[in-house]
């Protein structure tokens, strides 16, 4: 099946500092892709989408400017979490379509924890 | 309401048990439907797709009911390794939404 690879898996950073995720489709390409928070306990959140080639569609709530979204190639998203702060540590988890547009593929997920 | 509901459990389980999670839907237009399994702290992963005839993969058994709009996921003699949340997602488009999941622990 498709593999969706995302780094880092931990990071732990100081209040104020940013924080860059990356998330790549290897054996496709995603023209496409979903960035998600989830918090202990909770459900998986729907952040942004993430469309090559163009701006990102952010969900209601979710400032733009805090969590920045480049998708500049097919295979290839980045969230940055800027001036980050510990109410931004979160479990953060990108994921993608597959070929045929149905299932998504999930990367495996950073955990941010910000001092 | 919540557009998809799950209870969030715990369901805790005795080995062999046979374990059912129901999942409900507010929009009719829903066109496809999965359930995941995901572990703590890590991503969700596909477990099966959901069919209007019903799918069985091994020891499980996803249906999807249309008329009253839930998806079911029923598990055949729990193992120790079924203890995860699992998640439901359902499409109009993607990415689909998930529901907040039911949490299984299957316990000796």
């Known amino acids: 099946g498709a593999v969706v690879s995302q780094h880092p898996s931990w990071v732990i950073c100081k209040s104020g500092t940013s924080v860059k995720i990356e998330c790549r489709s290897l054996d496709f390409q995603a023209t496409t892709m979903f960035w998600y928070r989830q918090f202990p306990k909770q459900s998986l959140m729907l952040m942004a989408t993430?469309?090559?080639?163009?701006?990102?569609?952010?969900e209601q709530g979710v400032e733009k400017d805090k969590f920045l979204i480049n998708h500049a190639s097919l295979t290839l998203s980045t969230l940055t979490v800027t001036s980050a702060h510990p109410e931004d540590s979160s479990f953060y988890i990108c994921?993608?379509?597959?070929?045929?547009?149905?299932?998504?593929?999930f990367g495996s997920g950073t955990q941010l924890s910000v001092l | 309401r919540k557009e998809v509901e799950q209870d969030p459990g715990p369901f805790n389980v005795p080995e062999g048990a046979t374990v059912a999670f129901n999942c409900t839907y507010s929009n009719s237009a829903s066109q496809s439907f999965f359930w995941y399994r995901q572990d703590c702290r890590k991503e969700p992963k596909l477990l099966m797709s959901v069919y209007s005839s019903g799918n069985e993969d091994g020891r499980f058994t996803a249906q999807l009911n249309r008329a009253s709009q839930y998806i079911s996921l029923l598990i055949r003699d729990s193992k120790l390794s079924d203890s995860a949340t699992y998640l439901c997602?359902?499409?109009?488009?993607?990415?689909?939404?998930f529901g907040t999941g039911t949490r299984l622990q299957v316990f000796p």
């Open positions: 997602v359902v499409n109009r488009s993607l990415p689909g939404i």
């Open positions: 993430s469309n090559e080639g163009s701006k990102a569609t952010y």
């Open positions: 994921s993608a379509a597959g070929q045929r547009n149905e299932k998504l593929f």
